[in-house]
Structure formats: structure tokens, C-alpha cells
């Protein structure tokens, strides 16, 4: 499997859909909420919760979004590459808050200190995955690099995975 993974709010749903245009089958399902469109118009791609608990080699060749409280359901074998998207602090924490305003499903308060303690914990497991699994190739790549130069880092990121490049997929950035 291609890991994608990062900090909540940090890009992962857009590096997703991002793959699909290039060519990269992925796993999951498009979850849209209604009540929610101003956050992210074009979807979270996340796998089903039952799915997770299922992280088989079956998925070989395909990309995977994972945050931090799934890796300890990762057997490391099955990982061939991983894509670790990261956003500026500020940045995540800031939209993460907005986020858990609207959403009446968490149990805590929404403030920028909770925010930025998920952040700091989904930081925390992916680093600590990596440095226990140091021979699986990883890139890492900011949310705002791609924004800013969408076609240098998608050339960057078909370049990684030894894939063609499609403008499709710089063109969907931003839009």
C-alpha cells in the first residue's frame, strides 16, 4: 500500500483525490457532509471504520489515507511507499478548530490548545512509524507547497512514485 498520511486537516483528503487524477487506485469511500461544505466541498476520502481494522496486503499498489489513531492496525510489510503531508501549524490549527465547531459529534471542547494537541499526537505516531520502519520510502510535502507550486510538487510526487505525470491533477488543485 501507498501510506497517505498526516496531521487532521493537513491536506490528506486533497492529496487523495490528487492520486485518483493520476492514476492511483485508492481505498476508502467519498464522504460528503451536507452540513459541513464550506470545510472540504470535494470530500474525505476515508476508509470505512470496519476497513481499518482489515489493513491486509490486498491493498498493495494502492493508496491508503491513515491518521494518527489507526497505526497501531499497520503491519509495516505491507507498506511500499509512504506520503506524509504536512501544513504549517498555524495554518492546521486554525481549520481544525473551525472544523470541530461545526461537527456535533466530538466530546471535547473546540479550542486551538485541543487542536493542536491532535495535531501534535498524529505527529507524533507517524514519526514514530517511520523511524521504526526507516527502509520504507517516504516523501514529505506541505500543504501550502502544493498550493503555491501545484505543478513542481506534483511532478515531485509522480517522480516518487515512478508514475506519468497529468496535468488533470494540477489543474484540480485550487479549483
Avoid at 470505512?48 to 503491519?75: I, M, T, W
Avoid at 505527529?123 to 503555491?148: G, H, Q
Wanted: with cysteine.
Amino acid at each position: 500500500m501507498i501510506l497517505i498520511t498526516g496531521t487532521p486537516r493537513s491536506g490528506t483528503s486533497m492529496l487523495m483525490q490528487t492520486l485518483c487524477l493520476l492514476g492511483i487506485e485508492i481505498t476508502g469511500e467519498k464522504f460528503s457532509n451536507e452540513n459541513l461544505p464550506k470545510h472540504n466541498t470535494k470530500g474525505y476520502w476515508e476508509l470505512p471504520h470496519g476497513a481499518r481494522r482489515n489493513l491486509q496486503s490486498d491493498y498493495k499498489g494502492k493508496a491508503v489515507k491513515l491518521l494518527g489513531e489507526d497505526f497501531d492496525l499497520l503491519n509495516p510489510d505491507h507498506v511500499e511507499k509512504i506520503i506524509f503531508i504536512t501544513r504549517y501549524n498555524g495554518n492546521a490549527s486554525k481549520s481544525l478548530v473551525k472544523y470541530l465547531k461545526t461537527n456535533d459529534k466530538i466530546t471535547f471542547a473546540p479550542s486551538r490548545i485541543n487542536a493542536e494537541k491532535l495535531i501534535e499526537y498524529s505527529l507524533k505516531v507517524a514519526y514514530e512509524f517511520m523511524r521504526e520502519n526507516p527502509e520504507i520510502p517516504r516523501m514529505e510535502i506541505t500543504f501550502e507547497k502544493i498550493l503555491n507550486e501545484p505543478e513542481r510538487e506534483i511532478k515531485k510526487l509522480c517522480e516518487f512514485l515512478d508514475i506519468e505525470f497529468n496535468q488533470k491533477a494540477v489543474d484540480n488543485i485550487g479549483a
